[in-house]
């Protein structure tokens, strides 16, 4: 092969390549651009991690639970200490853990998480566990009702 050929080969393949090298070099800086874009995107996306460290069980924003502990019969009750706020709902599975159970009484217009059996010397004594399980996990605010 006559050595002008072989350069004009040479020449031509060598810009075939700088051309396809351009055309990847293009691509890559879009999808550099299009990962910063995401990147800006997920910043703005509260993580799991920030959900859990600030306290946020996911539900309505609300890591408070303010209970009162009532004693019945030989169970202890965990009510709702206010109407409209920090309830026992958010923390349903925790009081499922605990192995409580749903109860109602229309009679004593009481419902709540009832601890059957639990009841034993003086209520206080008796929702210390409860107590402690809870405070470790939320902001608790509790008080004591004796019927």
Known sequence: MDKDLQIELLTSNYVKLEEKLEK???QIKSLEEK???LKNLLSKIPS????LSDGND???GNNKLSISFVSYKKSVIVCNL???KNGTQNFKDEFKKLEAKWFTNKELNLKGWLFVGKL???LEESSKTIIEHFGKICELEY???HL
């Open 24 to 26: 990847h070099q293009i």
């Open 35 to 37: 990962i910063e874009e």
């Open 48 to 51: 799991e991690q920030s959900k």
């Open 58 to 60: 996911g539900n309505d």
């Open 82 to 84: 206010y109407p409209d």
């Open 120 to 122: 034993r010397g003086t």
């Open 143 to 145: 008080e004591f009702t």
